[in-house]
């Protein structure tokens, strides 16, 4: 289709503890969510430790490859949360703490009666010039540089940012799918699912196996931005699947002849 | 200590499904784990979707960088399943059926008198020169070539190759971790963890904040390849959380004289 538009970002998760074992992932699933219903391609995930080099290469390698892209963690007060300094460095600008954020925190620890301490502080640190994402759970704001959006690892803080950042993108024609129960292992489906796909090259046909029970089933998914175009592919889909049942049916029916 | 041995590794999960969300990923948390036992450092993973070329990118860059690069999904039989073609490409060798394959699952269809269909063999594919990694769930196995595991992604099946794999790897000195529980938020412990963190370079000091009932607390991770030293530095993490608590106490008995 001519008129469809295509909007692409990545993720970059940052974080030790990611990489352990010792927190599994939240965002990256919420994102891809959040990403596909307003139509915004999610093209590639890293995720690396909290280290410098590492965050600056690969936010260097994947923030001119796609429309946006979104990090998670390293934005706190500790010593580990160096996430602010490696985007600055990516960047070339210094970092520094972000006078209107320190307005913001300062008065939040001063209504909750604390002490503004030096680690505190040091979540006010931010790229030079750039623009803050609302942290509606506790303060402590993102940032927005070019088209990086640096957001909280805690999956509560991370959905706020999100939630508040969505509305703010331009987004493309969003995917639509189509998912189909199939109870035949993919073994049975993979040749005349290859011709559907074939035969639909503006959809995008996954096949995804379930293992329950020592059995395999799938489930098949048809993907595209039109609606009628899709509907067209899944009806193949069904045909396909009514022909093996039926095949099946046969060749029973002939062992009980025999 | 001169004597530690450092084993590094990253791992690249392949699926649409994974980045739209659909499929939330249990094998990148999993390996992570089972990495960490192992004694090899998982430094970074990337996410990329059922295309030859991103799929071959990725796994160019990575596999130079590391002594392991572990793959999740891709190697079904259905058109979508592109993994081992585009493994092939990577390393500049044909992607043909494996003779040894082609019989072990030959033999696996003809017990269960299924037929041995032409999807059913894409799963023989593998690079020229592959080794198998056994797969004791569904037969069709997983492949090595020179330093790259290429693993299934159903998660029973991925994991069930980790298991055959693990044994044959060379691993390092395991980083050991100690968890300790801390009723304070990042912003009080910030600033001495810093200092304790300064004075233990030999141990990677973590802190992960929580989010429960409207109040952060964290939990302190001290990782280190020595159990003496990390006990060193979990002692004076100990000693901070007292001294903060103390000094709250104290705080609380001004107020009360007052």
Do not use: W
């Not at 295509?6 to 939240?26: W, Y």
């Not at 640096?150 to 803080?157: S, T, W, Y």
Request: glycine content about 8%; some cysteine.
């Amino acid at each position: 289709m001519s008129n469809e538009t295509v909007v692409t970002a990545a993720m970059l998760a940052i974080g030790d503890e990611l990489l352990s074992g010792r927190t599994k992932d939240k965002n990256i699933g919420h994102l891809a969510d959040m990403l596909t219903i307003s139509g915004i391609d999610l093209k590639e995930v890293r995720i690396v430790a909290d280290e410098e080099d590492a965050i600056v290469e690969a936010l260097n390698a994947i923030r001119g490859k796609y429309d946006y892209v979104f990090t998670s963690g390293g934005i706190g007060p500790t010593h580990d949360d160096i996430t602010a300094d490696a985007v600055s460095k990516a960047f070339g600008v210094p970092c520094e703490h972000d006078a209107a954020a320190m307005v913001l925190l300062a008065e939040m620890y001063e209504r909750r009666e604390m002490e503004f301490t030096e680690a505190r502080q040091r979540m006010a640190r931010m790229p030079r010039g750039a623009a803050h994402i609302a942290n509606p759970v506790s303060t402590a704001p993102g940032f927005i540089i070019g088209n990086v959006y640096v957001m909280a690892g805690v999956p509560q803080v991370f959905q706020a940012m999100v939630d508040n950042v969505l509305p703010t993108l331009k987004t493309g024609t969003p995917v639509l799918s189509l998912a189909i129960a199939c109870p035949y292992g993919e073994g049975e489906i993979g040749t005349p699912l290859t011709a559907i796909q074939k035969a639909h090259p503006e959809t995008s046909i996954g096949s995804y196996p379930r293992y329950v029970g020592q059995k395999f089933s799938t489930e098949i998914v048809v993907r595209g931005r039109s609606q009628a175009v899709i509907e067209v592919a899944g009806a193949q889909v069904r045909a396909m699947i009514e022909d093996i049942r039926r095949g099946k049916d046969i060749a029973e029916n002939h062992s009980a002849e025999a």
